[in-house]
């Protein structure tokens, strides 16, 4: 096994925590060198969700070809390769085993450092795969379908949480309440395109918590409340937009006031989105013009690397490989994972 002094060459990124199978390899001199990204969007779109034993065995079928291709276009050959990172969690377990197992095998078999990372550490470093420099300290919103969080981040691996959803994540919300209004599969950009066309302002929707104090996040209230608008119209396709348009300003509008307040209570001045719902139009735009009036600057990876994809998490096993940081031989995953239960970079 590899000197945990090793400085690694090129590392290999697997992500496969739930519907998306990404690789990618990423050296710390060249960058990101190739990924690669395949969605089951269709396999799930018929159940109106992910279907886990579904997912884990597209995973099995996708992950070695996904691999091969990535390296192809690398113009490597596996045998270059420096490390291994895979995502470990939090996730679907059948889905993280694949992952684990994969990226575990390869190591032993080329005697090369392998570490497990963690899934929104992932997200939270994804915009520095972008040319423009980007250092911690600064505040990170991480929304996704599975958690809406407020996290300090004073360097890699050193996170105090600020704040966290209660209920339903943002991403989750969009989702349901897009499956509730017959949109569909995946209901989350369904919604936000819908939405496009309609103009703001029918109807008022709760900006859920924003009249206390604190950083939590709640959506679930939210998203009854458009239930009962939609069971109580006409539900033509006009209904449908406004309502979906109204539903995002109240998310949109809630995650902006609470970033907001991140920002002021930590005095930080750089604020980065990441994560699934990180890629809404009307985020970026309120977040980008609420940065212009409080005076911080508002940073998001480009659109490819807002979803789950394999370059965020081979860009963050590089950061704690190059570290010293990896793991022993034997096959872990963690479905649940506290972010802030991470080791700090020596």
Not at 202 to 207: D, E, L, P, V
Not at 245 to 273: N, P, Q, W
Not at 291 to 312: H, I, K
């Amino acid at each position: 096994m590899a000197s945990i002094n090793a400085k690694p060459g090129p590392v290999l990124g697997i992500e496969t925590s739930c519907d998306e199978t990404g690789v990618a390899v990423y050296d710390r001199g060249r960058g990101l060198l190739a990924h690669a990204l395949y969605s089951q969007i269709k396999l799930h779109a018929d159940y109106g969700g992910v279907v886990p034993e579904l997912a884990s065995r597209d995973h099995v079928r996708k992950l070695l070809p996904l691999i091969r291709q990535t390296l192809a276009e690398a113009g490597m050959d596996i045998k270059d390769l420096g490390g291994v990172a895979y995502t470990a969690g939090p996730g679907l377990v059948g889905a993280l085993l694949v992952g684990a197992a994969a990226a575990r095998s390869l190591a032993w078999a080329l005697e090369i450092p392998a570490i497990a990372v963690h899934h929104m550490e992932g997200h939270l470093l994804a915009p520095m795969l972008e040319p423009e420099p980007l250092e911690p300290p600064f505040v990170a919103l991480l929304v996704s379908g599975g958690h809406s969080m407020l996290i300090d981040v004073e360097a890699v691996g050193r996170y105090r949480l600020l704040g966290d959803t209660l209920d339903d994540a943002a991403g989750e919300a969009f989702d349901k309440t897009a499956k509730l209004m017959g949109l569909p599969y995946p209901g989350g950009p369904a919604l936000a395109r819908l939405a496009e066309t309609a103009t703001p302002g029918q109807r008022r929707f709760s900006r859920p918590m924003t009249d206390r104090p604190g950083l939590d996040f709640s959506f679930s209230g939210l998203k009854t409340q458009v239930l009962l608008a939609w069971q109580d119209s006409d539900q033509s396709d006009a209904t449908r937009a406004s309502i979906a348009r109204d539903f995002e300003e109240a998310i949109v509008e809630t995650l902006a006031i609470k970033c907001r307040r991140a920002m002021l209570e930590t005095g930080r001045r750089l604020l980065v989105v990441a994560g699934g719902v990180g890629a809404n139009r009307r985020l970026r735009s309120q977040l980008a013009e609420a940065g212009a009036a409080d005076g911080f600057v508002t940073r998001f990876p480009r659109l490819e690397f807002c979803t789950d994809n394999g370059a965020m998490i081979a860009l963050a096993g590089s950061i704690r490989l190059h570290a010293g940081q990896f793991n022993d031989p034997q096959i872990r995953v963690f479905p649940r994972w506290d972010l802030q239960s991470l080791p700090a970079l020596a």
